[in-house]
């Protein structure tokens, strides 16, 4: 009877390990995570984060910051995200001295209002020029050989992998 009794457990612990196994999911890490912790706190404050641009090939990349700037993003000091000073590096010269990045980006923090209205902005932008492009594509319609647009926008995450077994 022991046998039994000690058989039934470990099949039992055997099931639970799988299925402890079947909730998490691997994701390989990105250099653009940022801790939920963190976005959590700023969200609380009313804040949205977002990585920026600082260098390209090398050189300050003046352009996009003064574009950001002028957008009201606002460079992350170490002292807000002192969890994050492991995995990044802080500037420790120049202008943007103290400024949390990853690379040649730099963490950046905007009111979620105004970042809201940003993104609603850039996204009738992008619906006034597709619109555009239909009606001047629609112009040019002659009956004997009539457009017809049947496209539809879909956004996709990539392919998941297939193997061969």
């Not at 609380?44 to 090939?57: C, E, F, H, N, Y």
């Not at 103290?98 to 009738?124: H, W």
Request: hydrophobic fraction near 30%.
């Amino acid at each position: 009877m022991a046998r039994n009794i000690t058989t039934a457990s470990r099949s039992a612990e055997s099931r639970e390990s799988n299925t402890r196994e079947m909730d998490y999911e691997y994701r390989e890490p990105s250099l653009l995570d940022i801790p939920e912790s963190v976005t959590n706190r700023f969200v609380d404050q009313g804040m949205k984060l977002r990585w920026i641009r600082m260098t390209i090939r090398g050189q300050e990349d003046y352009n996009n910051i003064g574009k950001k700037m002028a957008e009201g993003w606002e460079f992350v000091g170490i002292e807000e995200v002192p969890e994050m000073q492991h995995s990044s590096i802080v500037k420790d010269n120049g202008r943007y001295e103290g400024t949390v990045c990853r690379g040649d980006l730099a963490l950046a923090k905007m009111p979620i209002r105004k970042a809201e209205s940003r993104q609603r902005y850039f996204e009738n932008q992008s619906r006034e020029m597709v619109d555009a492009v239909n009606a001047q594509l629609m112009n040019q319609n002659d009956s004997r050989m009539p457009i017809r647009n049947n496209s539809k926008t879909q956004v996709t995450k990539g392919r998941t992998p297939k193997f061969q077994d």
